[in-house]
């Protein structure tokens, strides 16, 4: 199984590599941060449907083509920039939940170990892009001495 390559999945990888475990408070502070970013596309939708309402019924003195023009454009972004916004961000959500049994030290390298072990001591459950990054690591290792 192949990780993605998301910016979770990055930070995951760079904290593997600098032998470090993520803490529970920079997981807390992603978390808060995607879910303020779905909030904020959930704004972009009501406020650019409120735009399209506007331009739609209310009687303006400017050209029928320019008001059909906003509106169309406002519908358009009410509806094209939130999903996809709000989908990005509630997969990088489903990254940072928690899973119970964690990932397997035998499908991680040994920087994987390291930063399993250092998890452990911590006292936080593993996340799920944490468990995809460890248990990935040690075949991204072989298939790299391969070459």
Same mark, same amino acid.
């Given at each position: 199984?192949?990780?993605?390559?998301?910016?979770?999945?990055?930070?995951?990888?760079?904290?593997?590599?600098?032998?470090?475990?993520?803490?529970?408070?920079?997981?807390?502070?992603?978390?808060?941060?995607?879910?303020?970013?779905?909030?904020?596309?959930?704004?972009?939708?009501?406020?650019?449907? *409120?735009?399209?309402?506007?331009?739609?019924? +209310?009687?303006?003195?400017?050209? @029928?083509?320019? !008001?059909?023009? %906003?509106?169309? /454009?406002?519908?358009?972004?009410?509806?094209?920039?939130?999903?996809?916004?709000?989908?990005?961000?509630?997969?990088?959500?489903?990254?940072?939940?928690?899973?119970?049994?964690?990932?397997?030290?035998?499908?991680?390298?040994? *920087?994987?170990?390291?930063?399993?072990?250092? +998890?452990?001591?911590?006292?936080? @459950?593993?996340? !799920?892009?944490? %468990?995809?990054? /460890?248990?990935?690591?040690?075949?991204?290792?072989?298939?790299?001495?391969?070459?």
């Amino acid at each position: 199984m192949a990780t993605e390559n998301t910016a979770i999945h990055q930070l995951v990888n760079e904290s593997i590599n600098n032998g470090t475990a993520l803490s529970a408070q920079e997981i807390r502070d992603l978390k808060e941060k995607n879910n303020k970013a779905v909030k904020l596309y959930k704004l972009v939708f009501w406020i650019a449907i *409120a735009i399209f309402n506007v331009f739609l019924w +209310v009687p303006m003195p400017i050209a @029928a083509g320019l !008001k059909m023009g %906003v509106a169309g /454009l406002s519908l358009a972004c009410a509806f094209i920039l939130p999903i996809y916004g709000i989908r990005k961000h509630n997969k990088y959500l489903s990254y940072l939940e928690e899973t119970s049994p964690g990932p397997k030290k035998s499908r991680a390298s040994d *920087a994987g170990r390291a930063y399993i072990e250092s +998890v452990r001591q911590e006292g936080r @459950a593993f996340v !799920k892009a944490e %468990v995809d990054v /460890l248990e990935t690591s040690r075949e991204a290792t072989r298939g790299a001495d391969a070459c």
